[in-house]
């Protein structure tokens, strides 16, 4: 009997002591469990803000965030007769949206989620807006969230509607690689701000929790650029032919708007190994080198500033050669020529003119030729909103590399090393009448429509010579044209001024041994009202020609007349084209914006797309058939790529505005992934 007392008794003790700690642990100690519990399976994520858009000088899209979505479900909170009712149907819609899987592939998705009580169950990753759209009126999901548990999960897509234009200018920037270009300048504008969200660990990852905790993500500025697109695509096509005809390393260009110094293009070019040209490097921000005789341009400007010669002024040139301190200084056609005028000197590039002229009257004091220089900012950056621009280096008599020979070499553009950005910015400032404008890539940036930023009101004019001077180099730089080194592509549409430079490219510190060159081009147009400058520069040509009249001289020319050409073009056409008297779109976004605009249409329709006639005020529906060509004339670029890549196309975009023209037509019968060509203005 004692043993069974004693046996029951221990069993009663156990028991009470059980009791005790579950009391203790649920009711003393409960909040302390609970919350470790939650900090091992509840954290707090962040959310990513929309990025901001970049756009072009009319409002094309040159950079934006596409919304791509993972699609997830949780079984556990659909009611069992509902999900036995329309599983199949649901497997049916989604088979139908994703033809790459069968409705039976997507009825055994469900019930194996269902039978396995997943709460996070991945339906699809890398759904676009429009198929999310759908989804959500499928069967069972059109319940929501809470009972039909399906999950949308928000991502974005940087995508480039205009392709490789100026790809390196307006940059990248992600998670891993802070990037380049305006992606990179202005990233801390387009990022916006991170929002947060609650989630909990479950089985297959984190699924969010109640909304309460959810603090909402602050969408990017946008960014609204001076590149033109046109001009963009003129300039790197110009450039490219050129690298491909003569082989060269690489090359760039850049477009600057004269009385703004806005840029208007900018395109950089490198060969790839298996010989293609493509933008992996910002040579026209980041590449400095020695430029020869484009140099000549702000020699000329110090000379004129001084008063040392007049343009028809008569030189001696010593017949092409000149010895400083035993080493030669030669002309390109030595022999040829013992006298010229000054402006003959400029437009044939002649080395003995140019070294003579600034040595005789410089050597003794160099730092007043110096100060010129300095007037034009050669010494600095210019201030560019890409970030990675080389400092320059201009020489003078205080460096330790300064010598006897630096004068009459660093007057024709050795012993100095500029990018084409800052030689531009010099060159522009001189013949806008004297008044130097830094450039600027960038005119605003926005948000919602408010503008946050407006660098239009930050423009910075310093004067860096006379109107006269400003003059005579337009006046010197047209003859190079009409009687020097550019005569072979001058033009009869419109004139042009300028200045060719052919550089030797030293190795190992010397230039005699070395045969590669760079070829450069900097000039304007029209010759007497700039109303354009260009800096070209081409790195190593390599197929026998190198000097710069044959090789940088003409892609400025291209450039000049093609730009000069569809500027008076639209101005011409502006005054007889009408708009549209239609525009297509999304009906849900044209109901918003008719309420914001307070705009009563007459009559209703009940499909997604319309037609809306801005005259009658009365829409029509769009319909979109499977199979068929839709119609997208009048949309914007945007609402035409998110239809067509619904229907499976491969859309390609050429202008900006509203859809022109489109092909195939409308109607035509078009199997999925077929490239569709259609034409905005």
């Not at 269902?114 to 699809?124: G, V």
């Not at 969408?219 to 001009?231: L, Y």
Request: aromatic share 10%; proline share 4%; with cysteine.
């Amino acid at each position: 009997m004692w043993r069974v007392v004693f046996g029951m008794s221990v069993v009663a003790l156990f028991a009470l002591y059980v009791t005790f700690q579950m009391f203790r642990v649920q009711i003393v100690e409960g909040d302390k469990w609970l919350s470790l519990s939650d900090s091992t399976t509840i954290r707090r994520i962040d959310i990513s803000p929309a990025r901001g858009n970049i756009y072009s000088d009319d409002g094309s899209l040159l950079s934006t965030s596409m919304p791509i979505y993972d699609i997830r479900w949780d079984a556990t909170v659909v009611n069992a007769d509902t999900f036995k009712t329309y599983v199949n149907e649901l497997a049916f819609e989604l088979s139908e949206l994703f033809p790459n899987h069968s409705a039976s592939y997507f009825l055994a998705m469900l019930k194996k989620a269902r039978a396995d009580k997943n709460r996070y169950k991945l339906i699809r990753r890398k759904v676009n807006y429009h198929q999310q759209k759908a989804i959500r009126d499928f069967a069972i999901f059109r319940k929501g969230r809470y009972k039909g548990g399906v999950l949308f999960e928000l991502n974005t897509k940087r995508v480039k509607p205009a392709g490789l234009l100026a790809y390196r200018t307006i940059g990248y920037s992600t998670v891993d690689n802070p990037g380049v270009g305006l992606e990179r300048a202005y990233d801390e504008d387009l990022g916006g701000t991170k929002g947060k969200r609650l989630v909990q660990r479950i089985s297959g990852g984190y699924r969010p929790l109640n909304d309460a905790n959810l603090i909402e993500p602050q969408n990017g500025r946008d960014v609204h650029t001076s590149i033109n697109i046109d001009f963009q695509e003129i300039a790197q096509r110009s450039l490219e032919k050129a690298l491909v005809q003569h082989t060269a390393k690489h090359g760039c260009v850049v477009v600057m708007e004269v009385a703004t110094g806005k840029i208007k293009a900018i395109s950089n070019l490198k060969r790839r190994e298996d010989g293609t040209y493509g933008e992996l490097y910002n040579y026209a921000v980041g590449g400095s080198y020695e430029p020869g005789s484009v140099w000549k341009v702000y020699s000329a400007m110090a000379a004129f500033e001084d008063g040392l010669i007049d343009v028809n002024d008569t030189m001696d040139i010593m017949n092409g050669e000149r010895d400083y301190f035993g080493k030669p200084m030669r002309d390109s056609d030595k022999g040829r020529f013992a006298k010229m005028s000054f402006k003959q000197a400029f437009a044939r590039s002649s080395n003995v003119a140019f070294s003579s002229i600034i040595f005789d009257n410089y050597a003794k004091n160099p730092s007043k030729y110096i100060a010129h220089l300095r007037k034009l900012d050669l010494d600095k950056t210019t201030g560019i909103e890409i970030l990675g621009e080389e400092k320059p280096f201009l020489n003078h008599p205080q460096s330790s590399t300064w010598s006897q020979l630096t004068l009459p070499w660093l007057a024709i553009g050795y012993e100095n090393q500029h990018t084409p950005l800052q030689l531009l910015t010099a060159y522009n400032g001189i013949i806008n009448d004297g008044i130097m404008i830094k450039p600027r890539i960038v005119n605003q940036v926005t948000d919602a429509g408010l503008v946050i930023k407006d660098n239009d009101k930050k423009v910075n004019r310093i004067r860096v010579c006379s109107k006269e001077t400003s003059d005579k180099i337009k006046e010197i730089t047209a003859a190079v044209f009409t009687e020097g080194s550019a005569r072979g592509v001058r033009s009869n549409v419109v004139s042009m001024g300028g200045k060719t430079g052919t550089a030797q490219i030293a190795t190992k510190g010397a230039y005699q041994k070395s045969k590669k060159y760079n070829a450069s081009f900097v000039g304007h147009f029209p010759a007497d009202k700039p109303v354009y400058s260009i800096y070209v520069r081409v790195t190593e040509p390599s197929n026998g020609k190198f000097y710069a009249s044959s090789v940088a001289a003409p892609v400025f020319s291209e450039i000049a007349k093609k730009i000069f050409t569809i500027s008076v073009k639209q101005e011409i056409d502006n005054e007889h084209v009408e708009s549209p008297l239609y525009t297509r779109g999304y009906y849900s976004d044209f109901k918003q914006l008719n309420n914001v605009l307070n705009v009563k249409l007459k009559n209703e329709v009940n499909t997604d797309i319309v037609s809306i006639n801005a005259v009658a005020g009365s829409a029509s529906g769009v319909v979109v058939r499977d199979g068929k060509m839709p119609n997208v004339k009048g949309m914007g670029a945007k609402d035409a790529m998110y239809l067509l890549e619904l229907n499976g196309l491969q859309p390609r975009i050429n202008g900006y505005g509203r859809v022109m023209e489109q092909s195939p037509e409308p109607g035509t019968r078009v199997q999925a992934n077929r490239t569709v060509y259609i034409r905005l203005n």
